[in-house]
């Protein structure tokens, strides 16, 4: 089973500013790698996949980068609509696990 | 535009059993492989189960194997999860969600719910 760890628990950016999220796998999974973001009340949204690509209505402030068993996700001019919990996933491996999150706040 | 609804959670003493449902719209249903993920409580999220598009091929996490049963009504566009001997360890938020991949499995949930609360507790 792979392991996902995600880097920090918890992230406090001020508004305009970068957010950088980390995922990092305990074995490769080459570039089967999804993100997130997860909100109270709400379906949660697919952000990424394939490391880097952005679904349909995704803004192009989030990116994702990363290969073999490092991963980033990095939200440019971050929002007060960006707060949620953020968590990574491996598809490498089924059916695949995810990271433990990260926690985004609005500093 | 694709939409998937749970219902069916609510409060549950150990031992007891829920249904959970899911209405999916906005896409071809018998298209696609669907699986239930739940987020369990000050912890992460679990994949909990999958059912391939025709119903013929049912995984099942460990932790879930032998109490809970998948199931789907292709002819009205609905996913079923029974939970049978449920225990504390069970109460979550369980998310209906669409594979991305049509006629297989193994890959990212493109399309997810809101969930539905599972509480167990005496």
């Known amino acids: 089973e792979i392991v996902m760890t995600q880097s920090p628990a918890t992230l406090s950016v001020s508004p305009g500013e970068r957010a950088t999220l980390s995922c990092r796998a305990s074995q490769t999974v080459s570039g089967n790698l999804a993100w997130y973001q997860l909100k109270p009340g709400q379906a949660p949204r697919l952000l990424m996949y394939g490391v880097s690509t952005r679904p349909s209505g995704i803004p192009v402030r989030f990116s994702g980068s990363g290969s073999g068993t490092d991963f980033t996700l990095t939200i440019s001019n971050l929002q007060s609509e960006d707060v949620a919990v953020y968590y990574c996933q491996e598809y490498a491996d089924w059916p695949g696990s995810f990271g433990q999150g990260t926690k985004l706040q609005i500093k | 535009e694709v939409q998937l609804e749970e219902s069916g959670g609510g409060l549950v003493q150990p031992g007891g059993s829920l249904r959970l449902s899911c209405a999916a719209s906005?896409?071809?249903?018998?298209?696609?492989?669907m699986h239930w993920v739940r987020h369990l409580p000050g912890k992460g999220l679990e994949w909990v189960s999958l059912?391939?598009?025709?119903?013929?091929?049912?995984h099942y996490a460990d932790s879930v194997k032998g109490r809970f049963t998948i199931s789907r009504d292709n002819d009205k566009s609905l996913l079923y999860l029974q939970m049978n001997s449920l225990t504390t360890e069970d109460a979550a938020l369980y998310y209906c969600?669409?594979?991305?991949?049509?006629?297989?499995?193994?890959?990212?949930?493109?399309?997810w719910g809101p969930g539905t609360r599972v509480t167990v507790s005496s």
């Open positions: 906005g896409f071809t249903f018998d298209d696609y492989t």
């Open positions: 969600t669409k594979d991305s991949t049509g006629g297989d499995y193994g890959d990212y949930f493109d399309y």
């Open positions: 059912i391939t598009w025709d119903g013929g091929t049912k």
